[in-house]
């Protein structure tokens, strides 16, 4: 039972638009949501966080939403580069028992064309 | 700056082989975590430790076991490599709840 779900295995975009990755969640105690990056060969590395306290969070080029009703959020990358280009992770924890373990979903591949 | 070390990037073993992988962090956490990475199946929690010589079982332990004798090393133990369990394996730490995780570099394991 996948808990974390991010349903679009790949995206392109072209290099200056606007990249939006989906995210949905069943687990109603999930409190808080990353993002990670990760590229080939590479292990992942932390983006931007949301705690359930706030509906956006923002960080330079990327902005996490949070709507917490539908159980969804969403990572935009404006604009997108190249370097973008990368399996982007989310994952969510909640405050309760065990609140150190993170859930991930299945990842989405990015892909930002020049 | 904090790091997670993984003890190789690239392992070649043979089926049978008993396998180790080393991970050790630096930050003093107390919480590490292992995962194998395949294509379309994401991250897979094979098992943790929240405290020295402490250790639960994740999401697919079978095949596996570990070992954590000191707070900053856990190690991750393929009994009897097969073929199944080519995969990436990342290990990561975090020091307490709602926090992220650090994750290592990654060791690519290729069993033949």
């Known amino acids: 039972d996948q808990q974390v779900k991010q349903n679009s295995p790949s995206l392109s975009v072209q290099e200056g638009r606007i990249s939006i990755l989906n995210c949905d969640y069943t687990?109603?105690?999930?409190?808080?949501f990353l993002w990670y990056k990760k590229y080939p060969a590479e292990g992942p590395t932390f983006l931007i966080s949301?705690?359930?306290?706030?509906d956006k969070n923002e960080d330079g080029r990327f902005t996490v939403f949070l709507n917490k009703s539908a159980k969804h959020l969403s990572l935009h990358i404006v604009p997108s580069q190249p370097g973008d280009s990368a399996v982007y992770f989310c994952a969510a924890s909640s405050s309760g028992a065990g609140s150190y373990q993170l859930t991930f979903g299945k990842g989405t591949k990015l892909s930002v064309i020049p | 700056d904090v790091k997670v070390t993984q003890s190789s990037r690239y392992l070649v073993k043979r089926t049978g082989e008993k396998v180790f992988l080393e991970c050790v962090q630096d930050?003093?956490?107390?919480?590490m975590f292992w995962y194998r990475q395949d294509p379309g199946l994401g991250l897979r929690l094979i098992y943790f430790?929240?405290?020295?010589?402490?250790?639960e079982k994740g999401d697919i332990p079978e095949g596996y076991s570990v070992s954590r004798e000191k707070k900053e090393r856990f190690s991750l133990i393929l009994e009897s490599a097969s073929t199944n369990q080519t995969s990436m394996y990342l290990c990561?730490?975090?020091?307490?709840?709602?926090?992220?995780?650090?994750f290592g570099s990654g060791t690519r394991l290729t069993v033949v």
């Open positions: 687990n109603s105690m999930f409190d808080y």
């Open positions: 990561a730490s975090t020091p307490r709840a709602l926090y992220g995780y650090t």
């Open positions: 430790s929240y405290d020295v010589k402490m250790k």
């Open positions: 949301i705690s359930s306290i706030k």
């Open positions: 930050m003093d956490h107390e919480n």
